[in-house]
């Protein structure tokens, strides 16, 4: 199996063992898509991104394997305003801040960057009433 789906794998169990302020069930997909209907109830896909290798400055002879991997929190809700949207973006900060340094075990890799460019998808927010954030993690690992 590649490191890259181990990695997102070792994001599903960790996500699916910790607790957070909603519950979920996490799974990783290749293509997280849903029909409304499914938004209903609370998605949270993992799903594995992009792999970067460089030289190690420091041991040539090494690798520095750097792998991203996306969460997606998506649900549809009753209206776009603060009662519905403010516990959903306390959700994706609390997923974020879990993994902050956070190092798996199997395999090996360090969470050393989070990124989210936004903090929700604003069209789908407005035409659809669904509430879609995405953090990517970038975990590190030298081989």
């Given at each position: 199996?590649?490191?890259?789906?181990?990695?997102?794998?070792?994001?599903?169990?960790?996500?699916?063992?910790?607790?957070?302020?909603?519950?979920?069930?996490?799974?990783?997909?290749?293509?997280?898509?849903?029909?409304?209907?499914?938004?209903?109830?609370?998605?949270?896909?993992?799903?594995?991104?992009?792999?970067?290798?460089?030289?190690?400055?420091?041991?040539?002879?090494?690798?520095?394997?750097?792998?991203?991997?996306?969460?997606?929190?998506?649900?549809?809700?009753?209206?776009?305003?603060?009662?519905?949207?403010?516990?959903?973006?306390?959700?994706?900060?609390?997923?974020?801040?879990?993994?902050?340094?956070?190092?798996?075990?199997?395999?090996?890799?360090?969470?050393?960057?989070?990124?989210?460019?936004?903090?929700?998808?604003?069209p789908h927010l407005t035409e659809m009433?669904?509430?879609?954030?995405?953090?990517?993690?970038?975990?590190?690992?030298?081989?």
């Amino acid at each position: 199996m590649s490191v890259l789906v181990q990695i997102a794998d070792a994001v599903v169990a960790e996500l699916n063992a910790a607790g957070f302020s909603r519950p979920f069930t996490a799974v990783r997909s290749y293509r997280p898509r849903f029909e409304l209907s499914e938004l209903e109830t609370l998605r949270v896909s993992v799903v594995a991104r992009n792999v970067e290798i460089e030289v190690d400055s420091r041991d040539p002879a090494a690798h520095q394997h750097d792998y991203q991997v996306e969460v997606a929190v998506q649900t549809r809700i009753a209206e776009a305003d603060a009662a519905h949207v403010d516990p959903l973006m306390d959700l994706v900060e609390e997923i974020a801040d879990f993994w902050r340094g956070r190092v798996l075990d199997d395999p090996d890799a360090t969470c050393i960057a989070l990124e989210q460019p936004a903090p929700y998808f604003l069209p789908h927010l407005t035409e659809m009433h669904v509430f879609t954030s995405v953090v990517t993690l970038t975990f590190r690992m030298r081989r």
